[in-house]
């Protein structure tokens, strides 16, 4: 359980484009340990999806530019790795769920080929054996396996989510990329779906990183989380130490800005402001300006410090201190 | 208080090559002044569809819909119109509802002009809008491009309050924005309501936010109404299965919390010529035989408070 499967290392990540530079991910470090389920929580455009896709090794370059950092997968730095040693790992050892189910299968393939391609790839099997294998993936997220020779369209949005995870597992990964893997479906599917990713990993022991703005699919799923804004992590701990002893102003913001907590009528406590261009991003906290604790002090550039059994902080005045188990 | 809408057996059914979709079936309810009166259910529901009938964005298929005490049903153009200043629509999706060649003061102007307010005028009257939202005067220039999503769905309310409507319907305001964002958004629509005495439809797929801001919940499956009660009364004592297991499904946030989690199998049927009987019974645990071939009415339980199913004494 506590062996590091995938480590991150103080990666950031810059776009260059004619606006000029977007900071994208600024030094962010994490470690995934086998059997875990890790959450990226954050809004849209903190950088979330660009962490998964350097991962993937799949950062769109240019414009995407990886200044430092490194993350280690087997002993190996993927960021340096050579694009025939990625094609092994990508599908394989460490796959990724896309956000959307509508745009991320082909078409033009009948929906069992798209998984039967990523066992033929991979292993040395007969077409007819991954196939076979194929049907038994299918099988595994609850499509019958007289369904292999249709079309995406003819699949609803659930449906073609089960798929995408169906290919996702096909080759039994140790690291499982989710992106937002339920955003788009309705709460009902979104429920089958969150069931049936917590019976596999529990079947399979894979790995998890899930992404996601969600802090409910985030408590339903994650044994850790870490919160991201504005490209840097600013709150890692287990999901106790983050849910319960919420530490950074902006985790405590965004619980109080879900509505529901109280009766109708009261008033909401919004985050007041913006997130901050990531093109002129400030030096100092990045979330100084839209916090309600801001004093003089934090007018400084400020680390990530452990405030207590690993539950880490970036802010020089966290709302709870003392650590908490 | 008194009635300011009231809906009776409307309809509305597309055609399709296939047969006739059944997007709106049979839908009743009425609203009262200065009430939100929120409307959920999944997509395909025909939430959207129920809200852009009522402002005749569709024509209705059949049924009554009557506005302040006025049949408009199959209302002209003109009256349609004028109906534009009493009651407005908010569109879900900020980036796609505002005109990306027009600048900000003038997609607030436009309802304005088209009304035949003088230039000058309308573009004061602007200011003010955009002062009233939460707009800083630096955006008047800029086009929609230049703004976040927050920004964009508060040009999306200034202009729905242009003409000074009494009646709002807002289809999935806060639906692409983030948490942050979207209570700042939910709050100035809460000012507003107070401010200007506004009656809503909120239409969501969102429970939470529908729990929060509306005061009577209607829930809708596949064109149908499932349940209808008062927002308290709904999330406390859900009766009808679909209700119960849509309510479940909601992840919640508090980590101690003994979910009880009811899974519905199946997905959503087709819309396209329904099969006769209760639309909810290839999902539904407890189906008979009769669920299948009736179509089920609804009953008020209690007061204010209806069910449309068969097994509801069971």
Do not use: W
């Amino acid at each position: 359980m506590n062996e590091v499967i995938l480590s991150v290392k103080n990666l950031s990540v810059e776009y260059r484009v004619e606006e000029g530079i977007v900071k994208a991910v600024n030094d962010v470090s994490f470690d995934v340990k086998s059997g875990e389920t890790l959450g990226l929580v954050g809004e849209t455009g903190a950088g979330k999806t660009t962490i998964a896709l350097s991962i993937m090794g799949l950062l769109p370059v240019p414009p995407a530019v990886v200044t430092q950092g490194e993350i280690l997968y087997e002993g190996e730095n993927i960021l340096t790795a050579n694009e025939k040693y990625l094609r092994t790992l990508r599908g394989n050892k460490i796959s990724m769920i896309f956000q959307d189910p509508m745009s991320a299968l082909n078409p033009s393939t009948y929906v069992g080929d798209q998984i039967s391609e990523v066992i033929l790839l991979h292993n040395k099997v007969s077409k007819d054996k991954a196939r076979e294998m194929a049907e038994e993936c299918l099988e595994m997220v609850g499509i019958p396996k007289n369904r292999y020779a249709e079309y995406p369209h003819k699949f609803s949005g659930g449906m073609k989510q089960r798929v995408i995870i169906a290919i996702a597992l096909a080759c039994n990964p140790n690291l499982l990329i989710a992106d937002e893997p339920t955003t788009a479906l309705d709460v009902t599917i979104q429920a089958q779906i969150l069931e049936l990713m917590e019976q596999l990993k529990e079947k399979k022991g894979t790995s998890n990183i899930l992404i996601t703005h969600d802090l409910g699919v985030i408590a339903k799923m994650c044994d850790r989380v870490a919160v991201v804004y504005a490209g840097e992590i600013v709150e890692m701990g287990t999901l106790r130490q983050v849910f319960k002893h919420t530490a950074h102003p902006y985790t405590k913001g965004l619980f109080d800005a879900l509505p529901g907590n109280g009766l109708s009528g009261k008033k909401l406590k919004p985050i007041k402001g913006s997130m901050p261009d990531p093109t002129s991003l400030p030096e100092n906290c990045k979330f100084a300006n839209r916090c309600f604790k801001k004093t003089e002090k934090c007018d400084c550039s400020i680390r990530l410090v452990d405030i207590g059994d690993g539950h880490l902080v970036r802010c020089i005045s966290p709302l709870c201190c003392e650590g908490v188990k | 208080m008194s009635t300011i809408l009231t809906v009776e057996n409307l309809k509305k059914y597309f055609d399709v090559p296939d047969g006739k979709l059944h997007a709106v079936d049979d839908i009743s309810f009425s609203i009262n002044e200065g009430e939100t009166f929120g409307i959920v259910g999944e997509s395909g529901c025909g939430k959207s569809t129920l809200g852009r009938t009522i402002i005749h964005l569709y024509q209705p298929t059949s049924g009554k819909i009557i506005f302040e005490n006025k049949d408009i049903t199959f209302a002209t153009k003109k009256e349609c119109r004028d109906l534009l200043r009493r009651m407005q629509f908010i569109f879900q999706d900020p980036y796609s509802s505002l005109n990306p060649r027009m600048t900000v003061i003038d997609i607030i102007m436009e309802p304005l002009l088209i009304d035949g307010m003088k230039r000058k005028d309308a573009r004061q009257r602007a200011s003010e809008l955009m002062e009233m939202v939460g707009l800083s005067k630096a955006f008047e220039t800029s086009y929609p491009h230049e703004l976040d999503g927050g920004r964009r769905q508060r040009i999306g309310i200034a202009r729905a309050l242009a003409l000074e409507p009494k009646f709002i319907i807002c289809d999935e305001p806060v639906s692409a924005l983030d948490v942050s964002i979207q209570a700042q958004i939910l709050n100035l629509m809460l000012d507003l309501q107070e401010k200007f005495k506004l009656t809503y439809i909120f239409i969501t797929h969102d429970l939470s936010v529908v729990k929060h801001i509306s005061d009577r919940v209607m829930v809708m499956y596949l064109g149908k109404t499932v349940e209808l009660a008062g927002t308290q009364e709904l999330f406390n004592n859900p009766v009808h299965p679909y209700t119960k297991a849509l309510l479940s499904a909601v992840p919640s946030t508090d980590i101690d919390e003994q979910q009880e989690r009811e899974i519905l199998h199946g997905e959503i049927a087709s819309p396209i010529n329904p099969m006769p009987g209760c639309r909810f019974a290839p999902r539904c645990k407890y189906a008979t035989s009769k669920c299948r071939t009736d179509d089920p009415h609804l009953v008020e339980l209690k007061p204010g408070h209806f069910v449309s199913c068969h097994n509801i004494n069971s």
